[in-house]
Nanobody, 125 residues
Framework: QVQLVESGGGLVQPGGSLRLSCAASGNIFSINAMGWYRQAPGKERELVARISSGGSTNYADSVKGRFTISTNNAKSTVYLQMDSLKPEDTAVYYC???????????????????WGQGTQVTVSS
C-alpha cells in the first residue's frame, strides 16, 4: 500500500556531493514527517536529517552545515543534498516516513514508520 523508492547513492570522493531522493507513493493521505537515517557497518542506525510536514527540520550534529533536507511541493518526495562529504559519511542511507495515514476504501489506517530499501553511499578516494 505504501512504497518508498530511493535513488541517488553511489561512490564519491571526499569533498564531493551527492543528492539522495525518496519518493513516497500509495494510498497515502498524509505523512507527518520524512527523514533520512544511515547505518555504517558495525554501527547502529542513526538519524541524519528529518523534515516535518510543516517544514521544520533537524539534523545530526555531524552533518549540520553540510547536508540539507527538503521536500517537493506535494511533500511526497524528500531529498537529501549532501555536500563536503567525508569518509565517515559512508553508510547505507534509509528513507523513513513517520506517522503515515493511509486510505482503505472509506476508512483510514495509521502506520507509525515505513522504511525504504536503503541506498549505499561510499565516500572514498
Amino acid at each position: 500500500q505504501v512504497q518508498l523508492v530511493e535513488s541517488g547513492g553511489g561512490l564519491v570522493q571526499p569533498g564531493g556531493s551527492l543528492r539522495l531522493s525518496c519518493a513516497a507513493s500509495g494510498n497515502i493521505f498524509s505523512i507527518n514527517a520524512m527523514g533520512w537515517y544511515r547505518q555504517a557497518p558495525g554501527k547502529e542506525r542513526e538519524l541524519v536529517a528529518r523534515i516535518s510536514s510543516g517544514g521544520s527540520t533537524n539534523y545530526a550534529d555531524s552533518v549540520k552545515g553540510r547536508f540539507t533536507i527538503s521536500t517537493n511541493n506535494a511533500k511526497s518526495t524528500v531529498y537529501l543534498q549532501m555536500d563536503s562529504l567525508k569518509p565517515e559519511d559512508t553508510a547505507v542511507y534509509y528513507c523513513n516516513a513517520h506517522d503515515i495515514v493511509v486510505l482503505y476504501g472509506l476508512g483510514r489506517s495509521s502506520i507509525p514508520d515505513y522504511w525504504g530499501q536503503g541506498t549505499q553511499v561510499t565516500v572514498s578516494s
